[in-house]
């Protein structure tokens, strides 16, 4: 299996969060940077997927600007009330 590969570096963290870090690394048994990497990449996640969940809503909004309200309505499977009385 491949190892990921790593790299150093120092990064300044506020102190009760390094201080809940360093709880948590001693509580799983694992080390402070273990403990950092994966809530780093847990945050990381949720942040591509808020920016992917950002681009397709600016798709659908591009893709639909120019419908009325009432088409809108019937893409929703509502039937406004005009296209009620129609029948």
Known sequence: ?????SR????????RLLDLAERIAKQRHLNLSS????????GLSVEEQR?????ILKAYQS????????ELMILNGVIPESHKRGR
Do not use: G, H, I, Y
């Not at 299996?1 to 590969?5: C, N, Q, W, Y």
């Not at 150093?8 to 506020?14: E, I, K, N």
């Open 1 to 5: 299996m491949k190892r990921a590969s």
């Open 8 to 15: 150093r570096t120092t990064l300044t963290l506020p102190s």
């Open 35 to 42: 403990v950092l990497s994966e809530a780093l990449e847990r």
């Open 51 to 55: 920016r992917r969940s950002d681009q």
């Open 63 to 70: 893709a639909f600007a120019n419908f009325s309200d009432a």
